[in-house]
């Protein structure tokens, strides 16, 4: 089932797949067929918005986070290697296979040096995207997983001031240039690169972190579903998770219809933020 599951764009289109235990139904989209045990049903219905979006228009943005119980996703220094267990990573590998790009800010390529492969599960690696208006990665590209390992394509996200030294440095293949991504105040347009990336035919998209790249997202009312994996962990004065204005009056802030999943020792929320808005 996980396989089939990481594997899913081949079932696209298709009324049925029997070898991977799943039909299609157009009022109430995948469904399992046969028999499955309980953890089975729970893993199908957490990826099943996701595969139900697939087969329609094949466009979704989802977001993920993992943090404490508090509410941080590292401690003041910086070190947040691991706050969750391994099946949230697993889980995140997942959301890599299922998607076409995976979206990183220069923060968490400075920090982490990830790779953002799909090396713990069955599945296509995304596109690397590396959110960077401003080039802050320069010093970075001798050093960089993402632009040395040859692993997957990967693409450098910036604003289009700054497209003639992103393609000098890195090669025109590997610059994406948004006219307009830095907007008044210095705040990030980013409906103009989720556009700009689906113009590349990169539908599906993962915006894996950091905090301050989800809740830029999250602001800007770019994402469909959130996933906040919460660890049995408390950090205290460690660096936040999500970051945004948001409303003065507790009636005023969105609520979104959720599901909660457990992940080992995590618990993993499936917030419908689309519905939301």
Not at 9 to 30: K, T
Not at 89 to 115: E, F, K, M, W
Request: net charge positive; hydrophobic share 45%.
């Amino acid at each position: 089932m996980l396989l089939a599951i990481a594997q899913a764009r081949s079932a696209v289109g298709v009324a049925s797949d029997a070898s991977s235990g799943v039909s299609w139904c157009a009022e109430q989209g995948w469904q399992l067929q046969g028999q499955w045990d309980g953890a089975a049903q729970d893993l199908f219905g957490l990826y099943k918005p996701l595969l139900d979006a697939q087969h329609g228009n094949g466009a979704w943005v989802i977001g993920q986070l993992g943090q404490s119980l508090d509410g941080c996703v590292a401690t003041r220094s910086g070190d947040s290697c691991f706050i969750n267990g391994p099946e949230t990573l697993t889980h995140l590998h997942r959301l890599r296979a299922l998607s076409d790009a995976v979206i990183v800010g220069a923060g968490t390529v400075a920090c982490d040096n990830p790779r953002l492969t799909t090396r713990h599960v069955t599945g296509p690696h995304p596109t690397r995207v590396l959110l960077d208006p401003t080039l802050r990665l320069a010093a970075l590209l001798g050093t960089a997983h993402v632009f040395n390992d040859a692993q997957a394509a990967t693409l450098w996200l910036c604003d289009a001031t700054v497209q003639a030294q992103a393609v000098a440095l890195a090669g025109a293949s590997r610059v994406l240039a948004v006219p307009g991504l830095v907007g008044e105040g210095c705040v990030l347009q980013l409906e103009r690169a989720v556009a700009a990336l689906r113009s590349r035919g990169l539908a599906r998209l993962f915006v894996e972190g950091g905090g301050v790249t989800v809740s830029r997202f999250l602001a800007r009312r770019c994402l469909d579903r959130l996933h906040l994996a919460v660890a049995p962990l408390l950090i205290g004065d460690g660096r936040p998770g999500l970051r945004f204005a948001g409303a003065e009056r507790l009636a005023d802030c969105v609520r979104p219809s959720s599901r909660v999943y457990r992940l080992g020792s995590d618990q993993l929320w499936d917030l419908n933020l689309r519905a939301a808005h």
